[in-house]
């Protein structure tokens, strides 16, 4: 055979198996998707409830994002304790050493977040979380040298959420201390990175909403200053607003939907509850998001095999999302949410009544 046929014949080869020059070469489906929460232990029904959403999300898409078929698989990270130091390393790597794992969900909470990150970073593989609010993980943060940095190893960003951060949380429960007729301010602190760090934002944020911030220890500060006005005590964990002056109340907030300002809210709760014979609980929703987050990421990935994990990565920060049942929202480049829904809560004795109101935008 000619050597210039023999050529052509060499191209028509590599552009059918999808090698070398040619490199057409497609993923092969099904792409999975590990999803890694509490199952069990104390935090057990709040990650059951993140976890039955993204569920609920890949089952509406029937599997599938786009032309792409999608598996997810769900692990326990808790082991019966609020979180597993073992399960959660052992998670992570489970996901990134499977070739078909395309994304990864989780964790619920903070804490153990800071240890799968860093494993999911380095092998590249988008992480969403459903509930983990720390600033820490996507800002500089006082009381966590080098953050987020040290998150990072790879130098690129791979974290994302679909809860506001803890500094938006903050930020609302002095909002609402003023709304409240609240003039003086004060917060407590077990002396932890995380209680220090809420503490110092709600002491600067109640400034900046006109109050005067109280000094030293606030419980001590209370039984004086109520003789002068209303004091707002805030509780970092749990997220509680004390007001003192008048009548005592004690308030909460947590970043839960109102769903009486998004229908789409109240369209999930209808979903959820047919699919699992329950009402969705507060992270629920956040979990759907989650999944739906991940799965508008494949779809944008193309179905190209080279280098997909980054493409579905990209394809997370910076996206819009319209519609949802988070309504509008989009992913920063550092990974925050820019959706800013924060659930108000009054106490009435063992009672915990909602009040609805958003948090206003930052």
């Known amino acids: 055979m000619p050597r210039t046929a023999l050529a052509a014949l060499l191209l028509i080869v590599l552009a059918a198996t999808g090698c070398g020059i040619a490199g057409s070469a497609k993923i092969e489906a099904p792409v999975a998707v590990y999803v890694s929460l509490p199952l069990t232990g104390p935090r057990g029904p709040d ?7 993204a569920r609920l999300a890949l089952e509406q898409a029937q599997g599938k ?30 996901a990134i050493q499977d070739s078909s794992a395309t994304a990864y969900i989780g964790e619920l909470d903070s804490e153990p977040t800071r240890a799968s990150v860093p494993i999911t970073n380095q092998a590249g593989m988008v992480q969403v979380s459903p ?40 930020d609302a429960a002095a909002s609402w201390a003023s709304e409240l007729g609240a003039t003086q301010a004060a917060a407590t602190s077990d002396g932890s990175p995380f209680q220090n760090l809420a503490a110092a ?7 900046e909403n006109g109050m005067q911030v109280m000094p030293g220890r606030p419980r001590a500060e209370v039984a004086v200053a109520t003789n002068t006005g209303k004091t707002a005590v805030y509780q970092p964990e749990p997220q509680r607003l004390a007001i003192y002056g008048t009548a005592p109340q004690t308030l909460e907030l947590s970043a839960e939907l109102d769903g009486k300002s998004l229908p789409g809210k109240l369209q999930f709760q209808s979903q959820f509850s047919r699919r699992y014979r329950r009402a969705p609980g507060s992270y629920a929703a956040y979990g759907y998001e989650a999944m739906e987050l991940v799965l508008h990421a494949i779809r944008g990935a193309g179905t ?59």
């Open 131 to 170: 509930g983990a609010g720390a600033v820490d993980l996507t800002a500089p943060a006082a009381g966590y040298p080098d953050s987020p940095d040290r998150y990072r190893p790879s130098g690129s960003t791979n974290f994302a959420r679909t809860v506001p951060s803890d500094d938006v949380v903050v």
């Open 47 to 53: 990650g059951i409830d993140a976890a039955d959403g």
């Open 304 to 362: 190209g095999a080279s280098s997909f994990r980054d493409k579905v990565r990209n394809s997370v920060f910076g996206s819009q999302r319209d519609g949802t049942v988070l309504g509008s929202y989009s992913i920063t480049s550092e990974g925050d949410t820019t959706e800013c829904m924060i659930q108000r809560y009054r106490v009435i004795g063992a009672m915990v009544v909602p009040l609805g109101a958003p948090c206003p935008p930052r």
């Open 201 to 207: 934002e709600f002491k600067s944020s109640a400034a």
């Open 65 to 94: 994002a786009g032309s792409i078929q999608v598996r997810a698989r769900f692990l326990d990270d808790a082991k019966g304790k609020a979180w597993d130091p073992v399960a959660v390393g052992a998670n992570a790597r489970q």
